[in-house]
């Protein structure tokens, strides 16, 4: 298979406090990234995507910065709340490949 | 607008088995994907169908096959089952190219 890695890395942060999740992807020529939140038991959620003539993007509490220099995508979530405990996965996409590769995944842990 | 569904979400087989699984993507959405969710390996692309077309296959056995019907509901089939094809498999839908995919619950697979 092609996704990366075999351990998943823990970010713990205190309820209230901003998350910041990296990822660093692996293809230079991929052009579309997706952040997706997984709660035990349920489908990866999508939250939020940015294309590759942008580097940054915001949403609903959450940011995405893409830096195409170092392939590296961040995901920032302000005031971090219970609910957002789950795991967190990035993708990638090129175009006309028609598949996307995914991280290793972050856990978030929230703290009460 | 109702989510992606996967029918079953619980499976139990045994080695040498066969299994059919089955997606029905959200309504409008033309692009099926596949994928197997492990703790060890993650999340590993296995197929995408555009309109009952395979557009890209992963690095899986051909064992593993699928296929799109004219309405775009897909399904995935696995023959001769191996103990270490116990996993979750997520099916994702999208418009096609780069949008965003939104995935099942998954069909949790275990094979005794």
């Known amino acids: 298979g092609e996704s990366v890695g075999l351990h998943l890395p823990t970010l713990s942060v205190q309820e209230g406090d901003n998350s910041i999740i990296n990822c660093a992807y692996s293809?230079?020529?991929?052009?579309?990234f997706i952040w997706y939140k997984q709660e035990s038991g349920k489908g990866p959620q999508f939250i939020i995507d940015?294309?590759?003539?942008?580097d940054k993007r915001q949403g609903q509490r959450v940011t995405v910065l893409l830096n195409k220099t170092v392939k590296h995508l961040s995901l920032q979530i302000a005031a971090t709340q219970p609910g957002d405990s789950a795991v967190y996965f990035c993708?990638?996409?090129?175009?006309?490949?028609?598949?996307?590769?995914f991280g290793t995944g972050t856990r978030l842990k929230v703290l009460a | 607008k109702a989510g992606v569904t996967q029918t079953p979400r619980y499976l139990i087989k045994t080695r040498g088995q066969q299994v059919t699984l089955s997606c029905s993507p959200i309504?409008?959405?033309?692009?099926v994907s596949w994928y197997q969710q492990t703790p060890g390996q993650g999340l590993q692309f296995l197929f995408e169908?555009?309109?009952?077309?395979?557009?890209n296959k992963g690095n899986f056995p051909g064992r593993f096959s699928g296929r799109q019907f004219s309405n775009s509901r897909s399904e995935m089939n696995v023959s001769t089952l191996e103990l270490g094809d116990s996993a979750l498999y997520l099916c994702?839908?999208?418009?096609?190219?780069?949008?965003?995919?939104?995935f099942g619950d998954g069909t949790r697979l275990s094979i005794l």
């Open positions: 994702a839908s999208s418009l096609g190219g780069a949008q965003p995919q939104h």
């Open positions: 293809n230079s020529a991929s052009d579309y």
């Open positions: 940015i294309r590759s003539n942008m």
């Open positions: 993708a990638e996409n090129t175009s006309g490949t028609y598949k996307y590769i």
């Open positions: 309504s409008g959405h033309r692009s």
């Open positions: 169908y555009f309109s009952e077309t395979q557009r």
